[in-house]
Nanobody, 122 residues
Framework: EVRLVESGGGMVQPGGSLRLSCAAF????????MTWVRQAPGKGREWVSS????????YYANSVKGRFTISRDNAKKVLYLQMNSLKPEDTALYYC???????????????WGQGTQVTVSS
């Protein structure tokens, strides 16, 4: 059974940092591109960032570029999202997503985690 389990969310003040983790179970982690998607209250899902299988290529939405860093540890089967200089508009439920084999990293999603809440507020 494929499972993606996110952790690391919480409440932080503007300008603060959080590191999200996503533990992967039930599939060969290192042959899949991985992605983070978020959904703010009352809004649709927004692609945030993606990373290729070996971690050699990373991609970011303009809204987070320069502030967020995606990475992965294939030996541990864990995906990360380091979030710095957080803003209130980063408040959302953050999902870890497995990209479909051969699919496009920002839209072809095969499996989702349950999400971890990030709240940025003073």
């Amino acid at each position: 059974e494929v499972r993606l389990v996110e952790s690391g969310g919480g409440m932080v003040q503007p300008g603060g940092s959080l590191r999200l983790s996503c533990a992967a179970f039930g599939f060969t982690f290192d042959i899949y591109d991985m992605t983070w998607v978020r959904q703010a209250p009352g809004k649709g899902r927004e692609w945030v960032s993606s990373i290729t299988t070996g971690g050699d290529s990373t991609y970011y939405a303009n809204s987070v570029k320069g502030r967020f860093t995606i990475s992965r540890d294939n030996a541990k089967k864990v995906l990360y999202l380091q979030m710095n200089s957080l803003k209130p508009e980063d408040t959302a439920l953050y999902y870890c997503v497995r990209v479909a084999r051969g699919g496009t990293y920002y839209k072809d999603f095969a499996s989702w985690g349950q999400g971890t809440q990030v709240t940025v507020s003073s």
